[in-house]
T-cell receptor, first 112, second 113 residues
Framework: NAGVTQTPKFQVLKTGQSMTLQCAQD?????MSWYRQDPGMGLRLIHY???????DQGEVPNGYNVSRSTTEDFPLRLLSAAPSQTSVYFC???????????FGSGTRLTVV | KNQVEQSPQSLIILEGKNCTLQ??????????LRWYKQDTGRGPVSLTI?????NTKSNGRYTATLDADTKQSSLHITASQLSDSASYIC????????????FGAGTTVTVRA
């Protein structure tokens, strides 16, 4: 089925470890983005990309890195995990401005 | 301060009844207002998208309204079903950049038989 695929679904990290959250879409969407969702708060934008080779920071970019080498993939890297990064992470894609967003099913990350 | 406030935080309704969720926003000017449904443990799914010039948009039993003058939107659920139990999220985007979205914290709806 077409959509946004995120891996892994669950992950536990120790403080200071690094890891990459994977996101892939097969809808040929130019726009992709990463959000984090914390209890009692709305989703917050971490980084986004409007096309291959183009990325920009969102509201909460510190501690995260992204790159967009292909239209399909938009990985999110945690450089040195901290307990404050414990959250649920969602990747989303869109055909462009004014379009609907398709979200992945999320990655639940716990940093101990 | 969050630019999108939703109320109530949660509500419980009986199956078959109607309910209305509220969204107040301060994002201005804005380009689009979206409502999403998020089931527990899943990603948000789009219900409606309205531009600043639209007043109402329907998707089956879901009807969203928008009053740009008062900066308020509502989502009305008609004849609720058990499957409507979820969190409903209001999302507003900047006029200058539809990619930068402001999310409300959501209203959790529980439908009971």
């Amino acid at each position: 089925n077409a959509g946004v695929t995120q891996t892994p679904k669950f992950q536990v990290l120790k403080t200071g470890q690094s890891m990459t959250l994977q996101c892939a879409q097969d809808m040929n969407h130019e726009y992709m983005s990463w959000y984090r969702q914390d209890p009692g708060m709305g989703l917050r934008l971490i980084h986004y990309s409007v096309g291959a080779g183009i990325t920009d920071q969102g509201e909460v970019p510190n501690g995260y890195n992204v790159s967009r080498s292909t239209t399909e993939d938009f990985p999110l890297r945690l450089l040195s995990a901290a307990p404050s990064q414990t959250s649920v992470y969602f990747c989303a894609s869109s055909i462009g401005q004014g379009g609907g967003y398709t979200f992945g099913s999320g990655t639940r990350l716990t940093v101990v | 301060k969050n630019q999108v406030e939703q109320s109530p935080q949660s509500l419980i309704i009986l199956e078959g009844k109607n309910c209305t969720l509220q969204c107040n926003y301060t994002v201005s000017p804005f380009s689009n207002l979206r409502w999403y449904k998020q089931d527990t443990g899943r990603g948000p799914v789009s219900l409606t998208i309205m531009t600043f010039s639209e007043n109402t948009k329907s998707n089956g039993r879901y009807t969203a309204t928008l009053d740009a003058d008062t900066k308020q939107s509502s989502l009305h659920i008609t004849a609720s079903q058990l499957s409507d139990s979820a969190s409903y999220i209001c999302v507003v985007s900047l006029y200058s950049n539809d990619y930068k979205l402001s999310f409300g914290a959501g209203t959790t709806v529980t439908v009971r038989a």
